[in-house]
């Protein structure tokens, strides 16, 4: 009477399971790099971006420092141009002038 041959399927599954383990280990591994790539060069250029950003708003802002106004008074309604140089017609411009409300 022959040997009766070993039943080798749970070795053989052991062995399918640790392969399957190794492939999807390095699949997952391998998608994690490439999603850690992506995400580095989105990163990259939004810094980019803040960082021209940056540098328009220092420009503006040096703009508006060159660009200072100095307020001389406030000048009566009757269109643009220069206030009327006699002080009786400067005085009877104000008085004409509509006054505001206050709160």
Do not use: N
């Not at 307020?71 to 269109?79: A, D, E, N």
């Amino acid at each position: 009477m022959s040997r009766p041959r070993k039943d080798r399927v749970e070795e053989y599954g052991g062995l399918l399971a640790a392969e399957l383990r190794r492939a999807l280990a390095e699949d997952v591994t391998a998608a994690i790099g490439r999603l850690q790539e992506q995400q580095a060069r989105e990163l990259a250029e939004l810094r980019r971006g803040i960082t021209t950003l940056q540098r328009r708003v220092e420009l503006l802002l040096e703009r508006e420092r060159g660009r200072r106004r100095i307020k001389l008074g406030r000048w009566v309604p009757g269109g643009p141009g220069r206030p009327p140089k006699d002080a009786a017609d400067r005085i009877a411009a104000f008085s004409t002038r509509p006054r505001r409300r206050s709160p």
